[in-house]
């Protein structure tokens, strides 16, 4: 059983940046790897998602251009590069494999990291 362990968040003004890590722990995760997010009264939503190298991303078009997903295999993590945040940025942001290509996810969490973008 993989564990998943999200860190990076924090309380950023709009505009700026922030990194997100997550660190996979249990197997060496091979799967292609995404993030998601967890706005307050919504449900989640997916963000980006790469392939087993990295080569190969993709994004929800309101985070293109801004976002950067990005792998370090041998350390088993996945990052989500965020530059200009917008407060509607604000959520919890979670990790996941994916189970089908580019956005679904397997059912697996870790407790995420919250991210708040202030106006």
């Known amino acids: 059983q993989v564990q998943l362990v999200e860190s990076g968040g924090g309380l950023v003004r709009a505009g700026g940046s922030l990194r997100l890590s997550c660190a996979a722990s249990?197997?060496?995760?091979?799967?292609?790897l995404g993030w998601f997010r967890q706005a307050p009264g919504k449900e989640r939503e997916f963000v980006a998602s790469?392939?087993?190298?990295?080569?190969?991303?993709y994004y929800t078009n309101s985070v293109k251009g801004r976002f950067f997903i990005s792998r370090d295999n041998a350390k088993n993590t996945v990052y989500l590069q965020m530059n200009s945040l917008k407060p509607e940025d604000t959520a919890l942001y979670y990790c996941?494999?994916?189970?089908?290509?580019?956005?679904?996810?397997?059912?697996?969490w870790g407790q995420g990291t919250l991210v708040t973008v202030s106006s």
């Open positions: 996941a494999a994916i189970k089908n290509w580019p956005d679904d996810p397997l059912d697996t």
């Open positions: 790469c392939n087993r190298s990295g080569y190969l991303s």
């Open positions: 249990g197997r060496t995760i091979t799967d292609p």
